[in-house]
């Protein structure tokens, strides 16, 4: 992805912001560099740690 930014005077006097997704991102200023992350919330009773027991006996 290329992408070409021209800076211009920016003032931002007052912002409210009433939710942002899960994929969103809010930047207001300048940015030299912006690190994307990702992390996955899962509760420790739903894991599955072996040993796994198959479904169908084999035939």
């Known amino acids: 992805m290329n992408?070409?930014?021209?800076n211009r005077d920016l003032n931002v006097r007052n912002m409210r912001v009433s939710g942002v997704a899960s994929s969103s991102m809010i930047l207001v200023g300048d940015a030299n560099t912006i690190q994307l992350a990702s992390t996955f919330d899962t509760?420790?009773?739903?894991l599955i740690i072996g040993p796994f027991v198959p479904i169908?006996?084999?035939g």
Request: charged share 20%.
């Open 3 to 6: 992408l070409q930014v021209i």
């Open 43 to 46: 509760p420790p009773e739903s």
């Open 56 to 58: 169908a006996p084999k």
